[in-house]
C-alpha cells in the first residue's frame, strides 16, 4: 500500500546521524503506534538495523525494565561520539515535562533494547571534543540552569559524575542550552 501521509507510516524516522567514522547510522523512529519507536543502529552490509532504545509513552510499555525515572519518556534526537562507539540520545521526560540525556552503546544484542541505560538529568547534551565527558546544558537535576561538562562513565552513580559547571546561568538570570565544546576545549 502506499503511504500517503505521516500518520499511515507507523515508522517514520525523524532524526538520523551518521558516526564520525561513517560505518554506522543511528535513527529515531517515532510514529507514536509501536514499540517499535525509539533509537535503532544500523551499519550497512555488516549489521541489520538493531533497536537500542525503546521509547516508553504515556500510553503504557511493559517490554522495558525502568529501576528508576523517566518511567516515561520519548527519544527525540541522536549524536554519534567523536570515536563513534556511542549514541547520546535526547528524550522528553513526560512526567517532569523537561529533557534529559542517555548515552547508548551500540550493542548486536536484541536483548539490549529490553533495559533502559542510566538517564542524566540535564535538558541538552552533546560530546566533549574527546568523546570522553558530555557537554551539559539547561536545567540540571536541582532545577538550576547552567553550562559545564559531566563524566559519561557515572551512570546512575551522582558522586562519579565529576561535574564541572563552567557557567550558572541562575546565578545571573540566563538560560544556557545547546551547549558545546569547541576544538580548543572552551565551551
Do not use: M
Not at 538495523?49 to 518511567?71: E, F, H, N
Not at 563513534?84 to 550493542?107: G, K, M, N, T
Not at 541538552?124 to 558530555?134: E, F, T
Not at 545547546?178 to 580548543?184: K, L, S, T, Y
Amino acid at each position: 500500500a502506499l503511504l500517503t501521509s505521516r500518520e499511515d507510516n507507523n515508522a517514520i524516522v525523524v532524526d538520523a546521524a551518521w558516526s564520525p567514522d561513517g560505518r554506522s547510522i543511528a535513527f529515531v523512529v517515532n510514529a507514536d503506534k509501536t514499540e517499535n519507536d525509539g533509537v535503532w543502529w544500523y551499519t550497512p552490509g555488516a549489521t541489520a538495523p538493531v533497536q537500542i532504545l525503546v521509547d516508553c509513552l504515556p500510553s503504557g510499555c511493559i517490554t522495558v525494565q525502568r529501576d528508576s525515572p523517566p518511567y516515561e519518556y520519548e527519544t527525540r534526537s541522536v549524536v554519534w561520539s567523536p570515536q563513534s562507539d556511542a549514541v547520546l540520545a535526547q528524550v522528553y521526560w513526560y512526567e517532569r515535562d523537561r529533557h534529559a540525556q542517555i548515552i547508548l552503546v551500540p550493542s548486536g544484542s536484541e536483548d539490549y533494547r529490553s533495559v533502559r541505560p542510566p538517564v542524566f538529568e540535564y535538558d541538552y547534551g552533546d560530546w566533549s571534543v574527546d568523546g570522553q565527558r558530555l557537554i551539559v546544558s539547561g536545567r540540571d537535576d536541582a532545577g538550576r540552569v547552567v553550562l559545564g561538562s559531566i563524566n559519561r562513565y557515572a551512570g546512575n552513580d551522582r558522586n562519579a559524575r565529576d561535574e564541572r559547571i563552567a557557567l550558572d546561568g541562575s546565578a545571573l538570570g540566563l538560560w544556557i542550552q545547546h551547549g558545546v565544546q569547541r576544538p580548543d576545549g572552551s565551551l
